[in-house]
């Protein structure tokens, strides 16, 4: 019977020694299986020679050979500092099987299973704790790491991680609606706040040091560098001093990076100490990223910044709160109650403002999307939002982008070089009389402000920023990197033609001054009889004719209303009756959403829409004759 010797092995390295550029980030299957492949197969070999680790089908004298390959690797958090490694290897046994008469060679293939863990923080190898045959049974009931050692997250998983963050990490009172102390989350991280100068060469808020380092303070009113002790966020002490919301918000974030991302930081310190011992020419600390590489950053970078701000405003606290203050400040225009809200919530959770404004759009309100715009750091004059955008879509973009989108869309280019389209108070929007105001400085006209959809082009963000990364380090940073855009051509060409129909309808040659008149040339115009828009708005027969045939005979907005959505009258032209019959909305909650629905409600019918107003807790505007 042939025995194989027992095979060991001395091998180490790093991934890709010998390449001309080494990578910046690496994998942890690349480390691990450049440091342990040999001895991941030669202990389960070893194992099987020696009788020590069960095959279930024969016994250790009776087998031939045993060869083993890596087949997957799964990686489980099992502390800040240390990992749950499972290794499945696919292993081939040639053995002896013996039966009463005679003995044949048999062969099989099997899996097994080597557990145990890593820890980094030491440097300490408990890799081959356990061998056994693979059984899923036996999988660790764990959330999965990717080969990065950090969890994947999506935006739906977002409020859900931020409250488990909180529920696991957070001592102090939060569930009532109380603010989030940053001081003592990191404090339950045992974490160590220090201040210094991390605001070079890019606009950096702070850092966080899990392994230790160094960083540039001031010292007798010198520059010098001291030395960071591990487990250590260093602020900005500039933003300290003049923002503490900002500073707040950089805390939180850091704190984020150290619960989900240290096992990432600790990887590439550790990989970046060999490639320094085993490639001292590659400068790794100013080797730029590559693709790749920037892409785990960026991911990293997401999802402390997307869950930061749902942390320090949680979503069971934060939307109470802002119910409460739109219902106090009802009594105020739409944007007023909003900015009224915004500097609530600033001021109760210890967050800035855009952060505020922000977490509204998140939470759906999207009405806050209309203030707090700033363009070259003035601000833009605040609009309303009449529709549903997301939080990454805008009214308001900076003139870089646009000439960016000049110089790469030809169409786009066309309709501004025709001045279909003028760049006006950060808004691309159609140039008409109606929406812009011309004079020594052209603005929009206020009915633009109150109806953006009509006439301005809705842009979509993407922020396209150039990572780094300093090892042993995560840091946040404040620069927000160049904003590139995009836009729907089916929109503007909707616009267009809105703004065609009303300007002929509108112009003077062919619609009356009179409100008597005009209105007798809508029903004309959409074929509408006096018995079936008396039918269709609720109106008397009576009262229609009186209003055809007499001006100055007494009309209310709900009235008016009334007839323009019975004809699907565009919204240009109830608000031209409303101003030829000298009435107009009122800065109320109910005339807001009168405003609402004439503006998005076209082509609907006076049930649909009374039946919306129903939905806000209010009566009809114009009462349904049985």
Same mark, same amino acid.
């Given at each position: 019977?042939k025995?194989?010797?027992?095979?060991?092995?001395? &091998?180490t390295?790093?991934?890709?020694?010998?390449?001309?550029t080494?990578?910046?980030?690496i994998?942890?299957?690349?480390?691990?299986?450049a440091?342990?492949a040999d001895?991941y197969?030669?202990?389960l070999?070893?194992g099987?020679?020696?009788g020590?680790?069960s095959?279930?089908?024969c016994?250790?004298?009776?087998?031939?050979?045993v060869?083993?390959?890596?087949?997957s690797l799964r990686?489980?958090r099992?502390?800040?500092?240390?990992?749950?490694?499972d290794?499945i290897?696919?292993?081939?046994?040639e053995?002896y099987?013996?039966d009463?008469?005679?003995?044949?060679?048999e062969?099989?293939?099997?899996?097994?299973r080597?557990r145990?863990?890593?820890d980094?923080?030491? &440097?300490?190898?408990?890799?081959f704790?356990?061998?056994?045959?693979?059984?899923?049974a036996d999988?660790?009931?764990?959330?999965?790491l990717?080969?990065?050692?950090?969890?994947?997250?999506?935006t739906?998983q977002?409020e859900?991680?931020?409250y488990?963050i909180l529920?696991?990490?957070?001592s102090?009172d939060y569930m009532?609606?109380?603010?989030?102390?940053?001081?003592?989350?990191?404090?339950?991280?045992d974490?160590?706040?220090?201040?210094?100068n991390?605001?070079?060469?890019?606009?950096?808020l702070?850092?966080?040091y899990?392994?230790?380092?160094?960083?540039?303070?001031?010292?007798?009113?010198?520059m010098?560098f001291?030395?960071?002790p591990?487990r250590?966020?260093?602020?900005?002490?500039?933003?300290?001093?003049n923002?503490?919301?900002?500073?707040?918000?950089?805390i939180?974030?850091e704190?984020?990076?150290?619960?989900?991302?240290?096992?990432?930081?600790?990887?590439?310190?550790?990989y970046?100490n060999?490639l320094k011992?085993?490639r001292?020419?590659f400068?790794?600390?100013n080797?730029?990223?590559s693709?790749a590489?920037?892409?785990?950053?960026?991911?990293?970078?997401w999802q402390?910044e997307r869950l930061?701000?749902?942390i320090?405003?949680?979503?069971f606290?934060v939307?109470?709160?802002?119910?409460?203050c739109?219902s106090?400040?009802?009594?105020?225009q739409?944007?007023d109650?909003?900015?009224?809200t915004?500097?609530?919530?600033?001021?109760?959770?210890?967050?800035?403002?855009?952060?505020?404004?922000?977490?509204?759009?998140?939470?759906?309100?999207?009405?806050?999307?209309?203030v707090?715009?700033?363009?070259?750091?003035?601000r833009?004059p605040?609009?309303?939002?009449t529709?549903?955008?997301?939080?990454y879509?805008t009214?308001?973009?900076?003139p870089?982008?646009?000439?960016?989108?000049?110089s790469?869309n030809?169409?786009?280019?066309?309709?501004?070089i025709?001045r279909?389209l003028?760049?006006?108070?950060?808004?691309?929007?159609i140039?008409?009389p109606?929406y812009?105001?011309?004079?020594?400085?052209?603005?929009?006209?206020?009915?633009a402000r109150?109806?953006?959809?009509?006439?301005?082009?809705?842009?979509?963000l993407?922020?396209?920023?150039?990572?780094s990364?300093?090892?042993?380090?995560?840091?946040?940073?404040?620069?927000g990197?160049?904003?590139e855009?995009?836009y729907?051509?089916?929109?503007?060409?909707?616009m267009?033609?809105e703004?065609d129909?009303?300007?002929?309808?509108l112009n003077?040659?062919k619609?009356?001054?009179?409100f008597?008149?005009s209105?007798r040339?809508?029903m004309?115009?959409?074929?509408?009889t006096i018995?079936?828009? &008396?039918?269709?708005?609720f109106?008397?027969?009576?009262?229609?004719?009186?209003l055809?045939n007499?001006?100055?005979?007494?009309?209310?907005?709900?009235?008016?209303?009334?007839?323009?959505?019975a004809?699907?009258?565009y919204?240009?032209?109830i608000?031209d009756?409303?101003e030829?019959?000298?009435v107009?909305?009122r800065?109320s909650?109910?005339?807001?959403y009168?405003q609402?629905?004439?503006?998005?409600?076209?082509?609907?019918t006076?049930?649909q829409c009374?039946?919306?107003?129903?939905?806000?807790?209010?009566?009809?505007?114009?009462?349904?004759?049985?």
């Amino acid at each position: 019977m042939k025995h194989y010797p027992i095979i060991f092995s001395n &091998s180490t390295g790093i991934p890709n020694p010998e390449c001309k550029t080494p990578k910046r980030i690496i994998t942890f299957s690349e480390w691990l299986l450049a440091h342990y492949a040999d001895k991941y197969r030669l202990a389960l070999i070893n194992g099987i020679l020696l009788g020590n680790v069960s095959t279930c089908l024969c016994n250790s004298r009776n087998i031939i050979s045993v060869d083993a390959v890596i087949n997957s690797l799964r990686f489980y958090r099992r502390s800040e500092d240390s990992i749950n490694v499972d290794t499945i290897l696919k292993c081939e046994i040639e053995y002896y099987a013996e039966d009463y008469y005679d003995i044949t060679e048999e062969s099989c293939t099997l899996d097994f299973r080597i557990r145990g863990y890593y820890d980094f923080q030491n &440097s300490q190898e408990h890799l081959f704790e356990n061998i056994s045959l693979y059984d899923k049974a036996d999988d660790l009931n764990l959330p999965q790491l990717n080969d990065y050692l950090y969890a994947p997250l999506r935006t739906n998983q977002l409020e859900n991680e931020a409250y488990r963050i909180l529920e696991t990490y957070y001592s102090g009172d939060y569930m009532n609606g109380e603010a989030i102390e940053p001081n003592t989350l990191a404090d339950c991280l045992d974490l160590t706040i220090a201040s210094g100068n991390v605001n070079a060469p890019k606009r950096v808020l702070g850092r966080l040091y899990i392994p230790s380092g160094s960083a540039k303070g001031v010292y007798g009113g010198q520059m010098s560098f001291f030395e960071v002790p591990k487990r250590t966020i260093v602020i900005d002490k500039i933003t300290e001093a003049n923002d503490t919301n900002r500073a707040n918000n950089t805390i939180v974030h850091e704190c984020v990076h150290y619960i989900r991302h240290s096992l990432f930081i600790l990887l590439q310190e550790k990989y970046r100490n060999e490639l320094k011992q085993y490639r001292p020419d590659f400068d790794i600390d100013n080797s730029p990223l590559s693709k790749a590489e920037q892409a785990v950053v960026k991911e990293i970078e997401w999802q402390a910044e997307r869950l930061a701000p749902r942390i320090q405003m949680p979503e069971f606290s934060v939307r109470p709160f802002i119910e409460d203050c739109l219902s106090e400040f009802k009594h105020l225009q739409k944007t007023d109650r909003i900015l009224r809200t915004i500097r609530r919530i600033s001021n109760h959770f210890n967050v800035s403002m855009q952060a505020a404004k922000f977490r509204l759009c998140e939470l759906g309100y999207t009405d806050a999307s209309g203030v707090l715009n700033y363009i070259a750091g003035k601000r833009v004059p605040d609009y309303n939002i009449t529709g549903t955008i997301e939080p990454y879509q805008t009214y308001t973009v900076e003139p870089n982008a646009i000439e960016s989108l000049c110089s790469s869309n030809k169409k786009f280019n066309s309709y501004i070089i025709s001045r279909r389209l003028v760049y006006v108070e950060g808004h691309v929007c159609i140039n008409h009389p109606t929406y812009i105001d011309s004079g020594n400085t052209p603005r929009l006209t206020a009915y633009a402000r109150n109806n953006l959809d009509k006439c301005c082009v809705l842009f979509t963000l993407h922020r396209r920023i150039t990572y780094s990364y300093k090892s042993g380090t995560l840091q946040r940073s404040d620069d927000g990197g160049f904003i590139e855009i995009e836009y729907s051509e089916q929109q503007i060409l909707q616009m267009f033609a809105e703004a065609d129909k009303s300007d002929d309808l509108l112009n003077h040659d062919k619609l009356s001054d009179e409100f008597s008149v005009s209105l007798r040339e809508h029903m004309k115009r959409t074929g509408t009889t006096i018995e079936r828009l &008396s039918e269709a708005s609720f109106i008397s027969e009576d009262k229609i004719k009186k209003l055809r045939n007499s001006e100055g005979y007494k009309v209310t907005v709900e009235e008016i209303m009334a007839m323009g959505i019975a004809m699907h009258l565009y919204p240009a032209l109830i608000y031209d009756l409303m101003e030829k019959a000298g009435v107009s909305l009122r800065h109320s909650k109910r005339h807001n959403y009168y405003q609402t629905i004439i503006d998005r409600m076209y082509g609907a019918t006076i049930e649909q829409c009374n039946k919306a107003l129903k939905l806000k807790g209010m009566e009809p505007f114009i009462q349904e004759t049985p």
